[in-house]
């Protein structure tokens, strides 16, 4: 998934170059190269990349994006309790946040 993340925003910051997807991008490969989910997660969570939301979203004026990304990086705590949730959740809400990229133009 998050493999298909990282092609969809380049693919789109091509499109749009001037809503920063490009950035994403670079979030989304760098996840992509962690071997494990919560070094994917990790990546997707660190301050570079939340950084890079909120410049999309001032770009764009786009809430969706960081409403879906919010949802993914509390995530950072799992529990082998709620492992099986936590990577449910993970998976649906990269799901939705690949469904929001789709929509610029």
Avoid: R
Avoid at 1 to 22: H, R, T, Y
Avoid at 51 to 65: A, E, H, P, R
Avoid at 71 to 83: A, D, E, H, K, M
């Amino acid at each position: 998934m998050v493999s298909k993340l990282a092609v969809d925003s380049q693919n789109k910051s091509v499109k749009s170059p001037s809503a920063g997807l490009n950035s994403l991008y670079s979030v989304f490969k760098a996840a992509n190269a962690s071997s494990t989910v919560f070094g994917q997660n990790l990546t997707l969570c660190n301050p570079t990349a939340k950084g890079d939301v909120q410049m999309i979203k001032m770009n764009t004026g786009n809430s969706n994006l960081t409403s879906l990304y919010q949802t993914i990086c509390p995530l950072t705590s799992f529990t082998l309790q709620n492992l099986s949730n936590d990577f449910t959740l993970l998976a649906i809400n990269l799901l939705n946040l690949d469904s929001v990229i789709q929509t610029y133009p």
